[in-house]
C-alpha cells in the first residue's frame, strides 16, 4: 500500500517459512512411491524366495559398521540381512522395500475407483435433489455405518481372496465418504452467482453441471484422497493380517506383521517390527500431505 | 482547544512475506463537539486509523509510530491501565458489524450497564437505569422491556442503536463510529444517523464518522478528512470539499455528483411496449408450512426500447426477484411477461434459450458470478458459445472488442478472476451480458459492493452504454442516487408491491406515496447545502418492514403509514394513474386528501 523503499528499521521481506513436517510427509510419500516401482528390485534378495538361514536377527547397532565394510568390500559369504530374516528363511528387508508395489497398487487403484464414483454420484446427489437421490444418501449413510474393516473383510471372504476384490472391497467403504464431500460441496456451488449467470445465457444444465459445478466441487475429494490413501495402505494391511488379504509369499507389510506375529514370543520381534514401522511411516505421510492439502485449500478461500 | 491531535500516526503491517503500513504518516485533529467525517477507498486504511486512536491494532499489525494526543496526553505513551480508563468512558466506538460486537449470551441491558459500570461507581440498579435512559435516548421504543432483550432478538438497527447507547452510556468526549451503517437499509440509517447526532448533540461528544458514503458525509459531517495511501491529503470544511474539492482523489469522488448537478436523463419518444409484465407474482413456499413468502405481489411494468427503469425499494421489497422472473430464471407463480411481443412466462426450454441471447443480467456480487477456474476469454466466449460454434479468432475479436467496451485492457483475457479488483470483474461482467448484444439487461444493485470511486465510473459507463447501445435496462439499486442519473423512469416497491411509478424527475421531486416520500427523505444525497441536520426531518416511518409471510390485509404501508385511516387499514389498494401519467398505490393521495 505504501512505499516501503528508503531507510526502514524493518528486516527484509521474511522469506516463506518452510513446513518441517510437510516436507517430511512428502519426503516419506515420495520413497514410497519410488519403492512401488523398482523397490522389488533393488533388495539384495528376491523378496518372494527363502535363504537357508531362517530367523537371523538383524545386525546389531554395534556392529552394523563392521557388517557395512564386509559387505561393501565383498568379505562377507552372503549379502547381510540387514533387517533379519523370518521363520521361513524370507529376508525382511528384501520384502519391506518390497511390499510397497502391492500395498501401494491396491490402495491407489481403491481410491481412484471411489473417488470416480464418489464424485459422479455426489455430483448428481447435489445437484438433482429428488427422491431418488434422497435414497441414494440413504444407502450411502447405511453403508458409511457399517465399521469399516468389518465391511471390507465381510465382503472379501464373499467374493473370494484376490487383489481385484481387495480393490473393490476397499473402494465400497470409502464411496459414501466421498459422496458425501462432493455433495455437499456441489450443494454451496450450485447456488454461486456464476451458475445463475450461465443460466441465464441459456446453458444446457448438463453443461452447468459438468463445466461449472463439477470442477468447483472436486478439491475437498481429491485433498481427502492423500488421506485414502494413507488409510486404504492401512486397511490392505489389515486385511491380510486377519488372513483376507493378499495370498502369502507376495510381500506384503500385514502379511509380513501377520506371519512374524508368531514369533514374537520366542523374542523374535524383528519380522514383525519392520513393516510395522514401515506402515507407521507410510500412513502418517500420506496423512500429514493431506492435512497441508487441506490447510493450503481453506487459506486460498 | 484540540480535543485530538494525531500526528504521524503509523501502523504496520507485517506478515511472513510482506510489510505494508496501512497508515502512514496520517496527521490531523479534532475539536469538541465537531462531526468530523474520515473518507477514503476500502482497503485506504480508514478502519485502521479509527482503531488506532485508541491505541489499538488488529494482529498482525501494531503502531509503529507518531502521537496521538487526546486531551494533553499521548494515549501511544501512557501506561496501558491508564489508556483503558479513557478507552470507553473518553472515546467511545461503534463497530461495523452490531451483531458480532454484543455479546450473545449477555442481556443488552446488562452490556450496557458494564460498560457504564467499568468506568462509573454504580450500583446494579443504577447501572440497569442508565442502560433504559441510554436505549430511550437512542430512540428505542419500550425500553424497559428492551434491556431484557438479547443480540439475535433486535433488528440489524436496533442492534446498532443498543452499540451506540453503549458507547454514550459514559458520555464521551470523542465517539468514533466506524462505518456504523454499513449493511443497513437507507431509511434505518437515517433514522440511525439522526438519532446519532441528535445524541451527541445532547452528550457534547465529538464524532470521528468513518464511511465510505458522501451522502453520509454530507448532511451530518462539519469536516472531511480525506485518507489516501496511509495519508490523510484533503482537511477542509464540508461545504468546501463539495464545492472545491483539492486533492485528485476527492475529484475524482466527486466527479459524478458535480458533473451531472441538476439535470435528470430525457425521456424516450417511442411506445413504453418492449418488456411488460402483467400482474406478476411470484410466491415461494414455506417448508413444512402452508403458508408462503409473497416476494411479488402483482407487479405491472413496462419498459421501452432504449428505456432505463429503475426499481428501487429496501431490501426484501422484492426487487431482485422481479429481476429473476423477467429472465425466468425463476419462474412466476402467475401473472404474463411479455418480451417484444412475445409471451415468455410459460415458453418452452428450446425457444426460451434462442431469447436469452436478447436479455441478460448483471448480478450485484461479482466475485460470485465469474467461475474462478476459468480465464476471462473463456468467461466471455461462453455466451457466444451457447449460441453459435464461433471459431477461435472470433473469439478472440469479439471478446476484445467487449472488455474494450467497458474500458479494460484486452491484456486481461488470459487472466482469472483471482486477484482482480470489484471494479474489474464487474465490467468483465457488464462485458458478457453485452455480448451478444441484448436488446435488454437486467442490472442487478450492480455497484452496491464497490467504493465510491470505482461505483462513479461504473455508473459513468453503464450511462454511456445505455445511450451508445440502445439497450433497454432494468436498473435494480437501492441507492437512489445512482438511479437518478442513470434512468428515465423509476418504480418504487415495498413488500412486493409497486407502491409508485412515474418519471425520475416525477417521484424524486415530488413523490406521492407515504413510502416513496419516506424513502426519498431517508435518502442522503451528497449535497452538503441541504443538510439533513439542519431542518426538521418530515415525517418518517414507524416500526419496521412486516415480513412477506403474514402481509397486512389492506394497504400494505397502513402499520407503518403516518396518513393511514380505518379504511386504509380495511382496504387493498390498487395502482391507479395520476392526471401527471404517474402511478399510486393510495387511495388517499388519489382522492387528492395528502
Not at chain 2, 469479439?398 to 479488483?421: E, I, M, S, Y
Amino acid at each position: 500500500m505504501t512505499d516501503l523503499s528508503g531507510p526502514s528499521d524493518l528486516p527484509p521481506l521474511a522469506v516463506r517459512k518452510r513446513d518441517g513436517l510437510l516436507t517430511f510427509g512428502v519426503t516419506i510419500v515420495t520413497v514410497v512411491c519410488i519403492l512401488a516401482v523398482i523397490g522389488p528390485y533393488i533388495g539384495p534378495y528376491d523378496p518372494t524366495l527363502t535363504t537357508p538361514r531362517v530367523a537371523v536377527p538383524p545386525p546389531g547397532l554395534l556392529e552394523i559398521p563392521g557388517t557395512f565394510i564386509g559387505w561393501l568390500s565383498g568379505t562377507l559369504e552372503y549379502p547381510p540381512h540387514w533387517m533379519g530374516t523370518d521363520a521361513s528363511g524370507y529376508d525382511i528387508f528384501s520384502r519391506v522395500i518390497a511390499a510397497p508395489r502391492t500395498d501401494l497398487a491396491i490402495a491407489l487403484a481403491a481410491n481412484a475407483l471411489s473417488l470416480i464414483l464418489g464424485v459422479f454420484f455426489g455430483l448428481i446427489a447435489g445437484y438433482y435433489r429428488n427422491w431418488g437421490t434422497e435414497f441414494m444418501m440413504r444407502v450411502s449413510d447405511v453403508m458409511q455405518s457399517f465399521p469399516v474393516f468389518i465391511s471390507a473383510m465381510v465382503l472379501v471372504a464373499l467374493a473370494g481372496r484376490s487383489t481385484t476384490n481387495i480393490v473393490i472391497a476397499l473402494a465400497f467403504v470409502y464411496v459414501p465418504i466421498y459422496i458425501r464431500l462432493t455433495r455437499a460441496e456441489v450443494l454451496s456451488q450450485k447456488s454461486r452467482g456464476f451458475v445463475e449467470a450461465a443460466r441465464a445465457l441459456g446453458q444446457p444444465e448438463l453443461t452447468i453441471a459438468l463445466r461449472h459445478v463439477l470442477p468447483n466441487s472436486m478439491t475437498p475429494a481429491l485433498i481427502q484422497s492423500s488421506v485414502t490413501i494413507g488409510f486404504a495402505i492401512l486397511l490392505t494391511a489389515g486385511l491380510s493380517f486377519v488372513g483376507a488379504g493378499v495370498r502369502p509369499p507376495t510381500p506384503e507389510w500385514g502379511l509380513m506383521i501377520s506371519t512374524g506375529a508368531n514369533q514374537i514370543i520366542l523374542g523374535e520381534w524383528w519380522p514383525s517390527v519392520f513393516p510395522g514401522i514401515a506402515i507407521s511411516l507410510t500412513v502418517f505421510g500420506f496423512a500429514v500431505l493431506g492435512n497441508a492439502l487441506e490447510r493450503r485449500y481453506e487459506e486460498g478461500q | 482547544m484540540t480535543l485530538l491531535t494525531v500526528r504521524n500516526l503509523q501502523v504496520t503491517y507485517r506478515s511472513e512475506t510482506a510489510v505494508s503500513r496501512p497508515v502512514d504518516g496520517a496527521s490531523f485533529t479534532i475539536n469538541p463537539r465537531e462531526v468530523v467525517g474520515l473518507v477514503g477507498d476500502a482497503g485506504s486504511g480508514k478502519s485502521t486509523a479509527a482503531l488506532a486512536l485508541l491505541g489499538l491494532a488488529r494482529a498482525p499489525g501494531a503502531i509503529t509510530g507518531g502521537a496521538v494526543i487526546f486531551e494533553g496526553r499521548d494515549l501511544l505513551k501512557l501506561p496501558d491501565d491508564e489508556v483503558r480508563a479513557i478507552r470507553g468512558r473518553d472515546i467511545g466506538i461503534i463497530v461495523q458489524n452490531p451483531r458480532a460486537a454484543l455479546n450473545p449470551m449477555l442481556r443488552v441491558g446488562t452490556q450496557i450497564g458494564n460498560a457504564y459500570k467499568a468506568h462509573n461507581p454504580a450500583t446494579e440498579a443504577q447501572a440497569r437505569k442508565q442502560a433504559v435512559d441510554m436505549l430511550r435516548m437512542v430512540g428505542i421504543n419500550d425500553p424497559e422491556r428492551r434491556v431484557e432483550a438479547f443480540a439475535h432478538e433486535l433488528s440489524g438497527g436496533m442492534a446498532q442503536r443498543a452499540l451506540i447507547a453503549m458507547a454514550l452510556s459514559s458520555k464521551p468526549k470523542l465517539l468514533i463510529a466506524d462505518e456504523p451503517t454499513s449493511g443497513l437499509d437507507v431509511t434505518i440509517q437515517a433514522q440511525f444517523l439522526d438519532e446519532m447526532w441528535q445524541t451527541v448533540q445532547s452528550t457534547g461528544s465529538a464524532i470521528l464518522l468513518v464511511t465510505q458514503e458522501l451522502g453520509v458525509i454530507a448532511n451530518y459531517c462539519d469536516r472531511v478528512l480525506v485518507l489516501h495511501d496511509g495519508r490523510i491529503v484533503e482537511d477542509a470544511p464540508v461545504r468546501d470539499f463539495f464545492a472545491n474539492p483539492q486533492h485528485p482523489y476527492s475529484q475524482d469522488v466527486l466527479r459524478l455528483f458535480r458533473e451531472r448537478g441538476g439535470e435528470y436523463p430525457a425521456q424516450i419518444t417511442g411506445p413504453r411496449d418492449f418488456l411488460k409484465t402483467d400482474a406478476l407474482t411470484k410466491h415461494f413456499p414455506l417448508r413444512n408450512s402452508k403458508k408462503v413468502v409473497q416476494a411479488v405481489d402483482k407487479v405491472t411494468l413496462t419498459i421501452g426500447r432504449a428505456e432505463a427503469v429503475g426499481l428501487v425499494g429496501e431490501s426484501g421489497s422484492g426487487k431482485t426477484t422481479v429481476g429473476r422472473c423477467l429472465l425466468r430464471l425463476v419462474d412466476a407463480t402467475s401473472g404474463k411477461i411479455t418480451f417484444d411481443g412475445t409471451d415468455i412466462t410459460a415458453l418452452p426450454p428450446a425457444d426460451m434459450r434462442k431469447i436469452r441471447s436478447r436479455m441478460q443480467i448483471v448480478f450485484q456480487d461479482p466475485y460470485d458470478s465469474l467461475n474462478p477456474r476459468w480465464t476471462i476469454e473463456d468467461l466471455l466466449a461462453e455466451p457466444l458459445r451457447v449460441h453459435g460454434t464461433p471459431d477461435k479468432a472470433t473469439v478472440r475479436a469479439k471478446a476484445t472488442a467487449a472488455l474494450n467496451l467497458v474500458d479494460l485492457d484486452p491484456a486481461l483475457l488470459d487472466r482469472k478472476p483471482r486477484g482482480l479488483g470489484a471494479s474489474t470483474l464487474q465490467r468483465v461482467n457488464i462485458a458478457r451480458a453485452l455480448i451478444l448484444d441484448p436488446e435488454f439487461v437486467v442490472l442487478d444493485e450492480p455497484t452496491s459492493v464497490l467504493a465510491p470511486r470505482a461505483r462513479n465510473g461504473l455508473i459513468a459507463l453503464l450511462a454511456k452504454l445505455q445511450k451508445d447501445l440502445g439497450i433497454s435496462f432494468l436498473f435494480i439499486s437501492h441507492d437512489l442516487t445512482t438511479v437518478r442519473y442513470l434512468c428515465q423512469r423509476v418504480a418504487v416497491m415495498y413488500l412486493g408491491q409497486i407502491v409508485e411509478e412515474g418519471t425520475v424527475e416525477q417521484v424524486f421531486s415530488t413523490p406521492r406515496h407515504p413510502y416513496s416520500a419516506a424513502l426519498l427523505s431517508a435518502h442522503l444525497f451528497p449535497d452538503p447545502t441541504h443538510r439533513r441536520v439542519d431542518h426538521p426531518v418530515p415525517a418518517a416511518l414507524q416500526g419496521e418492514i412486516p415480513s412477506p409471510i403474514d402481509v397486512p390485509k389492506g394497504c400494505y404501508l397502513s402499520s407503518r403509514c403516518p396518513h393511514a385511516t380505518d379504511t386504509c387499514r380495511a382496504t387493498a389498494q390498487t395502482l391507479t394513474s395520476l392526471p401527471d401519467g404517474r402511478q399510486v398505490r393510495c387511495m388517499r393521495v388519489v382522492n387528492g386528501e395528502i
